[in-house]
């Protein structure tokens, strides 16, 4: 799944440890995310929406079949 | 003021994240437990096996009810991780309690057919079904597993 995750925090000057204090993650799970190693769960998807005040499908995009 | 998640780099010595604090909270009562079976099966062939019935079940029994409250304490530590962190370490410990059942069950059936007597005539017990080679295996076995499962999402 894609995602623009990295854009979003970059454009708000946040580091990978404030979102993730953000969050209540720890940091190597926003790195997994940005890098597309690792999908979020829906709550947490749901999360990072809530945050950017974005819809969901504006941040996470799934992978095309 | 957010709680921030529990990570395994809390319990493991050597790591930038590594807390005694945690580690003691975590493993506390399995290091507890270890030690109180390696001194009764020190102790057992020589004292314990004088005392009655009750108290000999009751030495025996001790490190298996410790062995309960660690896991009591290791589910909410594993309930305090975030969710990627909670993947990779249930991975790793289906991956360490299978690996020791597999690895315990090999050599208990190269022991039954006398291989290890056959190599070390000196030795007669290879046995390794206690609280203490347990440990040790599932430790190893942790770390092994945490180091594979980690590494895909580093």
């Given at each position: 799944?894609?995602?623009?995750?990295?854009?979003?925090?970059?454009?708000?000057?946040?580091?990978?440890?404030?979102?993730?204090?953000?969050?209540?993650?720890?940091?190597q799970?926003?790195?997994?995310?940005?890098?597309?190693?690792?999908?979020?769960?829906?709550?947490?998807?749901?999360?990072?929406?809530?945050?950017?005040?974005?819809?969901?499908?504006?941040?996470?995009?799934?992978?095309?079949? | 003021?957010?709680?921030?998640?529990?990570?395994?780099?809390?319990?493991?010595?050597?790591?930038?994240?590594?807390?005694?604090?945690?580690?003691?909270?975590?493993?506390?009562?399995?290091?507890?437990?270890?030690?109180?079976?390696?001194?009764?099966?020190?102790?057992f062939?020589?004292?314990?096996?004088q005392?009655?019935?009750?108290?000999?079940?009751?030495?025996?029994m001790?490190?298996?009810?410790?062995?309960?409250?660690?896991?009591?304490?290791?589910?909410?530590?594993?309930?305090?991780?975030?969710?990627?962190?909670?993947?990779?370490?249930?991975?790793?410990?289906?991956?360490?309690?299978?690996?020791?059942?597999f690895?315990?069950?090999?050599?208990?059936?190269l022991?039954?057919?006398?291989?290890?007597?056959?190599?070390?005539?000196?030795?007669?017990?290879?046995?390794?079904?206690?609280?203490?080679?347990?440990?040790?295996?599932?430790?190893?076995?942790?770390?092994?597993?945490?180091?594979?499962?980690?590494?895909?999402?580093?």
């Amino acid at each position: 799944m894609k995602n623009k995750l990295r854009e979003l925090r970059a454009s708000r000057e946040w580091s990978q440890s404030d979102l993730a204090d953000k969050l209540v993650v720890s940091r190597q799970t926003i790195n997994a995310i940005e890098t597309e190693k690792y999908d979020p769960s829906l709550p947490l998807a749901f999360k990072v929406a809530r945050l950017f005040k974005l819809p969901i499908e504006d941040i996470f995009e799934p992978d095309k079949e | 003021m957010t709680k921030k998640p529990n990570v395994p780099g809390e319990i493991f010595l050597g790591n930038k994240d590594y807390s005694i604090r945690m580690d003691w909270k975590v493993s506390g009562w399995l290091f507890l437990a270890t030690l109180i079976s390696c001194f009764s099966d020190i102790m057992f062939p020589r004292v314990v096996q004088q005392w009655p019935l009750g108290w000999r079940v009751t030495v025996a029994m001790i490190p298996f009810l410790l062995i309960l409250l660690w896991i009591r304490n290791l589910a909410q530590w594993i309930h305090g991780m975030d969710e990627l962190h909670r993947r990779i370490t249930v991975v790793a410990i289906l991956f360490a309690v299978s690996s020791t059942f597999f690895f315990v069950m090999l050599w208990h059936r190269l022991d039954v057919t006398g291989f290890f007597s056959a190599i070390f005539p000196r030795r007669s017990s290879w046995d390794i079904a206690t609280v203490g080679h347990a440990f040790l295996l599932l430790t190893f076995f942790y770390f092994l597993g945490h180091t594979i499962f980690n590494r895909r999402y580093k």
